[in-house]
């Protein structure tokens, strides 16, 4: 089942009754990708290994970039959120467990109007601690990875975008990518 032709249409429709900052709708070919990314996840990332939503678990790089190019649209939208101290880490993880829930919802949204949706977000917090590797997933239906596991240059892509990713102090913007 192919994409209507007015899928902008479509997601306009629906997409200002969420907490959206900002948002862009892309091309397979606007989706800038890096191979390198994964070796950020490896060295500076404490989930990766420790989670289903993270590598090595969501496959090979190749076969995350494969995935995605399967897609031909893809919608990147941000969030802000004010926080009383950007530099404290549980201020700025609360804001981030909002946007993973706006990226739920958004793609609840997305699914009762496109067939196959890949949704990609700052990756998954809904259980306090993963049950990789010991036991299934908990929630795979609300479980997202990370854009950088796919090997996707998501900060390159906002700035390519003209989209906003510092809008000043003790605010925090989230971005999530769902490729349909």
């Known amino acids: 089942m192919s994409v209507p032709e007015n899928h902008k249409e479509i997601i306009e429709s629906f997409i200002l009754d969420y907490p959206v900052c900002e948002y862009?709708?892309?091309?397979?070919?606007?989706?800038?990708?890096?191979?390198?990314?994964?070796?950020?996840c490896q060295t500076d990332c404490k989930r990766y290994g420790h989670s289903w939503a993270c590598p090595p678990v969501v496959g090979t790089i190749e076969e995350c970039i494969e995935?995605?190019?399967?897609?031909?649209?893809a919608f990147?939208?941000?969030?802000?959120?004010?926080?009383?101290?950007?530099f404290d880490m549980e201020g700025c993880l609360d804001a981030r467990r909002d946007h993973e829930e706006v990226s739920y919802q958004i793609t609840q949204a997305f699914k009762e109007h496109f067939p196959d949706v890949l949704t990609l977000t700052t990756g998954c917090m809904?259980?306090?601690?993963?049950?990789?590797?010991?036991?299934?997933?908990?929630?795979?239906?609300?479980?997202?990875?990370?854009?950088?596991?796919h090997g996707i240059l998501i900060?390159?892509?906002?700035?390519?975008?003209?989209?906003?990713?510092?809008?000043?102090?003790?605010?925090?913007?989230?971005f999530s990518l769902l490729l349909y």
């Open 24 to 40: 862009r709708f892309l091309e397979r070919e606007e989706l800038i990708f890096s191979p390198h990314v994964r070796t950020i």
């Open 126 to 149: 809904i259980c306090e601690e993963c049950a990789y590797p010991d036991e299934p997933c908990r929630h795979p239906e609300k479980r997202f990875s990370t854009i950088e596991s």
């Open 67 to 73: 995935k995605c190019q399967h897609y031909q649209h």
């Open 76 to 86: 990147l939208f941000s969030t802000v959120t004010d926080v009383a101290d950007s």
């Open 155 to 174: 900060m390159q892509m906002a700035a390519m975008q003209e989209m906003n990713y510092d809008c000043g102090c003790n605010i925090v913007t989230y």
